[in-house]
């Protein structure tokens, strides 16, 4: 018997199958030719899971099905996002802090390749090329699948520098990929945190005290005991949990319960009492976030002056899957199960809440039914573990819709004092803005609050688009008593979007000039913003005659480093209802990785934020958040949703961000329709239909 080996041949392909060609973080290729994308941010609506994977295919010159994607475990040494320095999804960055990072991950693997198979060829690198998952050899004709290629590229030093595509040679990146994840989540394949099931788990409801800060004075749990189905009644300092066999019982044993509370040191506190505390504190200097020329020189030249005060509310984030968390305790460990937008903070959480080391937490991360920033928090996933220290095997805890809402994080409630000064013709010689409110960042990210400012909560109240020759800009952190504030889609632009675009508006009817001409006139130094206003006004046929109380309004922003316009169409009834029919927007968002995601982002912000416009804000009374479900904290119905057009300009800039970018520019663009429509200006959100009806 004589045994041999073939060069390339059998032993070739034995270690290609178990050496698997990883040469960064983000690639794998193993000798099936199976490619997976290590993906370290995640999907929660917004199309991350589709354009992430093209940059890698674009680079790695493979088709975007041959991509699978595994969810980055918490590693914030290699996953963190750059523009963060965390290992999160949010501030509309994944794009912006993926675009370099793994396109140069997969021209990495693919210089890689080609390498390897030069070398089995004994040929010269520039002779071969990559296309279609495999290495040829352009004269020869020769070709090799990336499988077969693995483990050979494995044994080749990682280049420092790898030469990326050039725009010109994109055949993926711009073009309209369809959404990889859409057949799962249409054929109920996809799975949620909430829909995740372990055997002999348990599922468990709460309720924590109604005011924040309050405590357990007392319960009495015997009725709740007997609900069948209910296996125990956890009682924490602060909240108590019914765990059951499902849902229902979980519910109604909650239900039964009686719960005494001690309310604390807030529990007489009301919204009123809030804003007064914002209003008294914009009285005072704060820090100055941006200052250009001399505001107080200028004022004294001003022919005429306006000013104005504005107030936006707190709001809740009411993901339609509400917060949950699986957990399972176990001697020495623990394993969560959990969609989160921060995958390392809640493995911290979760050793923190159960007192063991970080790495003995195990997190598997899964589809978010809406993130919005509640879910870049981890107060879910601690809570989740105290309650599954007390129960025996794993359990589900779900927060039921009311304890969604009356316990979220929420998007910080502001006041804003503006004045400006304007010339004999009308236009702004001084711009002066001071606003109070909370600082998420300040909690969030410490070492980012500095000198009393953070860049999100000034984004978009200070680097306007708009040539002013004297602005003063000022902010002033007063965190709210025992209300937490978080991330809420577009979070400091959701405000300041607001505020700045509605004040001018004000300086343009006080100049009686038309709302897009006096923007328009104070661009000169920002083409790309004059390029999407008057993109935006042309398709929204600006100027065209309006039935009788309709009214068309225009904001323009730079924000999440993407320039965007929307001109909103609105009708106000005589009762004093809105009805906003029509969104008009173009975007500047740069490089366009996939245009059907960007419309679908602005669509979905838009909707988002005309329910803040129209119908957000979360109030109390005695330290109680008043609403608790959709009928006083309500959504967007179908039949009030407007007719949405999105233009996009293309452009070779490097990517800007998209997710938030469309709600923080609708807000303005419908108040401002209001007044086109009505000649009532708004200066408080949501949108006060009483005092519209007393316009009329």
């Not at 370099?100 to 040929?123: D, I």
């Not at 980012?448 to 984004?459: I, S, V, Y």
């Not at 001409?517 to 104070?522: K, M, T």
């Amino acid at each position: 018997m004589v045994s041999l080996s073939l060069p390339y041949g059998r032993c070739e392909a034995e270690t290609a199958g178990t050496i698997a060609f990883a040469p960064n973080a983000f690639i794998r290729i193993g000798g099936d030719g199976e490619i997976v994308l290590t993906m370290p941010y995640v999907e929660m609506g917004q199309g991350t899971y589709t354009s992430i994977p093209m940059l890698i295919a674009e680079e790695l010159e493979v088709d975007l099905k041959q991509v699978r994607l595994e969810s980055a475990p918490p590693n914030e040494k290699l996953y963190a996002n750059p523009l963060l320095g965390i290992q999160a999804t949010g501030n509309s960055n994944a794009i912006r802090g993926a675009w370099k990072p793994l396109r140069e991950a997969g021209a990495t693997a693919r210089t890689m390749l080609v390498l390897a198979a030069a070398k089995r060829w004994n040929v010269d690198p520039v002779s071969c090329r990559a296309q279609s998952g495999a290495v040829l050899h352009t004269p020869t004709w020769r070709s090799l699948k990336y499988g077969e290629l693995a483990a050979a590229a494995a044994q080749i030093p990682v280049p420092a520098n790898v030469a990326l595509k050039r725009p010109e040679d994109f055949t993926l990146i711009g073009t309209p990929a369809k959404r990889l994840d859409t057949p799962a989540k249409v054929n109920g394949a996809a799975i949620y945190g909430i829909d995740v099931r372990l055997p002999g788990m348990k599922i468990a409801t709460l309720a924590q005290s109604p005011v924040f800060g309050g405590h357990v004075k007392s319960v009495d749990d015997r009725a709740a005991k007997a609900v069948k189905g209910v296996s125990q009644i956890v009682r924490l300092d602060d909240a108590v949990a019914v765990v059951a066999d499902h849902m229902g019982a979980a519910k109604k044993g909650l239900e039964a319960l009686v719960i005494e509370w001690d309310g604390g040191p807030h529990a007489s506190l009301t919204t009123e009492e809030i804003f007064a505390e914002l209003e008294k504190a914009t009285l005072s200097s704060g820090a100055v976030a941006q200052n250009i020329g001399d505001v107080e020189k200028a004022e004294a030249s001003a022919a005429s002056k306006v000013e104005a005060i504005y107030q936006v509310p707190f709001l809740a984030h009411a993901p339609m899957e509400p917060v949950n968390c699986t957990v399972h305790v176990k001697e020495g460990g623990c394993e969560i199960w959990v969609g989160t937008q921060a995958i390392a903070r809640a493995q911290a959480a979760a050793a923190n809440a159960a007192g063991i080391p970080p790495e003995k937490v195990a997190v598997h991360n899964h589809y978010l039914g809406g993130g919005f920033g509640r879910r870049l928090e981890s107060d879910y996933v601690a809570r989740a573990v105290q309650i599954a220290q007390h129960v025996n095997g794993p359990v589900k805890v779900v927060w039921t819709r009311e304890e969604d809402i009356q316990h979220d994080m929420y998007r910080p409630a502001f006041l804003d004092r503006l004045s400006a000064g304007l010339d004999e013709k009308g236009m702004p010689i001084f711009w002066r803005h001071r606003f109070a409110g909370s600082s998420i960042i300040a909690r969030y990210l410490p070492p980012a609050f500095k000198d009393g400012l953070d860049p999100d909560t000034t984004e978009g109240a200070i680097d306007l688009t708009y040539a002013l020759p004297n602005l003063h800009v000022e902010y002033l952190r007063v965190e709210p008593p025992g209300v937490p504030t978080a991330f809420w889609r577009s979070v400091g632009p959701s405000h300041n979007v607001f505020v700045t675009e509605s004040f001018m508006d004000e300086l343009a009817a006080a100049a009686k000039q038309d709302p897009v001409v006096y923007r328009r006139a104070l661009l000169g130094n920002s083409p790309r913003a004059k390029a999407v206003l008057e993109l935006a006004a042309e398709k929204a046929g600006w100027g065209d005659p309006l039935p009788e109380r309709v009214g068309r309004g225009v904001s323009l922003q730079f924000v999440f480093a993407s320039y965007m316009a929307h001109v909103a169409e609105v009708e106000v009834s005589k009762e004093g209802v809105v009805r906003v029919r029509r969104v008009v927007c173009a975007v500047d968002c740069g490089t366009v990785v996939n245009p059907d995601t960007v419309r679908a982002q602005i669509q979905s912000a838009v909707i988002f934020g005309i329910t803040a416009a129209l119908y957000g804000n979360i109030t109390l009374k005695n330290g109680r958040v008043e609403q608790n479900n959709f009928d006083d904290y309500k959504m967007v119905r179908m039949n009030e949703a407007p007719a949405i057009e999105v233009h996009i300009v293309k452009n070779s800039e490097p990517p800007g961000g998209m997710g938030e970018a469309g709600t923080s520019a609708i807000a303005p663009a419908v108040t401002n329709a209001i007044f086109a429509a009505t000649g009532k200006r708004l200066r408080k959100l949501p949108v006060d239909t009483i005092a519209l009806k007393q316009a009329t």
